[in-house]
């Protein structure tokens, strides 16, 4: 006997929700202290926090990298920097850049590799010598082992967008800035090539750059050439976009972004890749789901 249209309509879309529910949507974000964050104040915790994997080495107000263990949590500041006075940890984008993407529809998974004080030309250059470009080798070795981990829990890996915040180091040097835009056009290029190293298709990945703020300590040098360099860039590149920050406010250190403004750094990498992406697999899913069903239903009345 033929089984009813309705049941396999409704199997097909039934099977088609559990292969979506096996796929991951992966977000790298990495840079310097303002990719990290330095800020401890404003957090509060969200139902959607629970629902982003997060994978992370950064560092706080001290050099020292504080990791996830080489394993996903969810979403959440760094533990707590009691040796400061501090009883919540730092946090940076990334807490309002998850709960942005999870409605958008994704099923999100974030990976962040920052750290204070690092520069393009040598901490994060693909090509240095091995001893100087100690960010660009620890971003390999964390990405690689993030991306196996998920792997080996089953998941299908989209990559679906690289963030980008760093520079500030680089403009306080007039060489380095003078040769910023060279380096971040090798470094873009390297990104998608050591992903795809990895046998991963990264050949739709977004990638987002927040201009460094003009007006801080850093900037105030050869801001302006950095921020042009990275405009140049993203321009160029067919995936590229970029958003600024001079509009938000700063600490009184005139080099970090306050808590507020933090959270809108979060904001903007998700919509400003929003603005360059078609939606997400998982609300074209929903879409097809919500067609299946009206189709069955239609045919029943039909009847």
């Given at each position: 006997m033929k089984r009813p249209l309705l049941?396999?309509?409704?199997?097909?879309?039934?099977?088609?929700?559990?292969?979506?529910a096996e796929t991951i949507d992966v977000f790298f974000l990495a840079g310097q202290s303002n990719a990290s964050g330095r800020v401890y104040s404003g957090y509060t915790e969200d139902a959607r926090d629970s629902q982003v994997l997060y994978y992370y080495q950064s560092d706080g107000p001290s050099a020292a990298n504080v990791t996830s263990g080489g394993e996903f949590t969810t979403l959440q500041p760094l533990p707590a920097a009691t040796e400061y006075g501090y009883d919540s940890g730092f946090y940076g984008p990334e807490i309002t850049l998850g709960r942005a993407l999870v409605d958008q529809g994704y099923n999100t998974a974030i990976i962040k590799v920052s750290d204070g004080g690092t520069n393009l030309r040598d901490d994060w250059n693909p090509n240095g010598s091995g001893t100087e470009n100690t960010m660009w080798l620890d971003w390999q070795s964390q990405v690689a082992n993030a991306l196996s981990t998920l792997n080996s829990e089953g998941y299908t890996i989209?990559?679906?967008?690289?963030?980008?915040?760093?520079?500030?180091?680089?403009?306080?040097?007039?060489?380095?800035?003078?040769?910023?835009?060279?380096?971040?056009?090798?470094?873009?290029?390297?990104?998608?090539?050591?992903?795809?190293?990895?046998?991963?298709?990264?050949?739709?990945?977004?990638?987002?750059?927040?201009?460094?703020?003009?007006?801080?300590?850093?900037?105030?040098?050869?801001?302006?050439?950095?921020?042009?360099?990275?405009?140049?860039?993203?321009?160029?590149?067919?995936?590229?976009?970029?958003?600024?920050?001079?509009?938000?406010?700063?600490?009184?250190?005139?080099?970090?972004?306050?808590?507020?403004?933090?959270?809108?750094v979060g904001e903007r990498f998700a919509s400003t890749y929003a603005a360059a992406v078609p939606e997400p697999a998982s609300f074209a899913l929903g879409l097809g789901f919500a067609a299946m069903l009206t189709i069955a239903f239609s045919k029943i009345r039909r009847r």
């Open positions: 049941y396999c309509l409704l199997l097909a879309a039934v099977t088609s929700i559990q292969t979506s989209n990559l679906r967008a690289f963030f980008w915040y760093q520079g500030e180091s680089d403009a306080d040097n007039a060489y380095y800035s003078s040769v910023y835009e060279t380096y971040f056009t090798s470094f873009t290029t390297e990104v998608y090539a050591y992903l795809g190293d990895l046998g991963y298709d990264s050949s739709n990945m977004q990638f987002v750059t927040a201009l460094i703020h003009e007006d801080g300590a850093y900037a105030a040098t050869d801001g302006s050439e950095v921020r042009a360099a990275q405009q140049s860039v993203m321009d160029t590149l067919d995936l590229g976009a970029w958003f600024d920050t001079s509009d938000l406010t700063l600490q009184s250190d005139n080099m970090h972004l306050d808590a507020s403004s933090i959270q809108t």
